[in-house]
């Protein structure tokens, strides 16, 4: 299984607005759940959203409100619209499957400051 290709990623204000993209390919990518992860500097992963297959959602607690998970599978590509950015959402984004299933990409940085 070829590992997701994420984008997007910047530098942006607190309060802005940043839209990832994560294309990916096979079998376990296209028919299996897709989450969002993010990485923080000195912390661990941590799992901010999923999608599944038909569309249905979760958001962890600290991006409810503020994120939106979408997945196109005919183009196998699942986006992360974010906004009311702050420094605290700060890290390097990735997707995978919900259970890590797949290779881990390079990720795409998203940072937050004035």
């Known amino acids: 299984q070829v590992q997701p290709v994420e984008s997007g990623g910047g530098l942006v204000q607190p309060g802005g607005s940043l839209r990832l993209s994560c294309v990916g390919s096979g079998i376990i990518f296209s028919f299996n759940t897709v989450g969002w992860f993010r990485q923080a500097p000195e912390k661990q992963r941590e799992l901010v959203a999923t999608?599944?297959?038909?569309?249905?959602?979760w958001y962890a607690d600290s991006v409810k409100g503020r994120y939106t998970i979408s997945r196109d599978n005919a183009k196998n590509t699942v986006w992360l619209q974010m906004s009311s950015l702050n420094p605290e959402d700060t890290a390097v984004y990735y997707c995978?499957?919900?259970?890590?299933?797949?290779?881990w990409g390079q990720g795409t940085q998203v940072t937050v400051s004035s």
């Open positions: 995978n499957t919900r259970s890590g299933a797949l290779a």
């Open positions: 999608v599944t297959r038909v569309g249905s959602t």
